[in-house]
């Protein structure tokens, strides 16, 4: 059985687009396995904590310290950590704020990457993230429609660069919605999903 994490980081509850958009992915992924078990996280009706003083030197803190699971500021990351290992695939939904994720997700973010537990250095010094077979789908909203040839994409090339750099993933499929905002504007998320991968 495969399983699958679904996070949702918009404020718009069941009208968000890309919660929505995320949930077409997960149809077609339903579609092609025959057990799959699904969870949802929603991180504006549960946000992550803020970075404190106290949280940021604990993540530096080295895992095979003694009681190094019982830090109680590392708690919620602990948990982001956990639910990633056990979670074969990954489909993270997210409007675009001013060409980046949501604030939610950035904090969720903050919460996942920690060295020693999702990336550690190699002889060179590089990055090297440590944990791998996972896939990722993004599902992404956009009011605007994001113009040809604009480099660099500030919100998918972030997230494909924090999870391939920090966590060690690489298998990172994209899908948008574009023109939200624009008048008259109907979704058609079957049509969105329809060469999937």
Do not use: C
Not at 70 to 78: D, E, G, K, Q, R
């Amino acid at each position: 059985m495969k399983t699958i994490l679904h996070l949702t980081s918009s404020a718009r509850g069941e009208q968000s687009y890309s919660t929505n958009l995320g949930l077409a992915i997960i149809k077609r992924l339903e579609e092609q396995e025959q057990e799959i078990t699904v969870e949802t996280w929603d991180l504006v009706q549960h946000p992550p904590p803020l970075y404190t003083p106290e949280m940021i030197q604990s993540f530096y803190i080295a895992p095979d310290q003694p009681a190094y699971d019982s830090i109680p500021t590392l708690a919620y990351a602990n948990r982001v950590v956990d639910k990633i290992k056990q979670t074969d695939i990954l489909v993270i939904s997210t409007p675009t704020y001013n060409f980046t994720v949501s604030a939610h997700l950035k904090a969720w973010l903050d919460q996942l990457v920690r060295v020693g537990v999702t990336y550690t250095y190699d002889e060179e010094g590089n990055r090297v993230g440590l944990i791998t077979q996972k896939k990722v789908y993004l599902a992404i909203a956009s009011g605007g429609i994001q113009p040809t040839g604009i480099v660099p994409d500030y919100l998918a090339d972030y997230l494909k660069a924090v999870l391939k750099i920090y966590v060690g993933i690489t298998a990172v499929v994209t899908y948008r919605i574009e023109g939200t905002a624009f008048p008259n504007f109907t979704p058609d998320y079957t049509a969105l999903v329809e060469n999937f991968q």
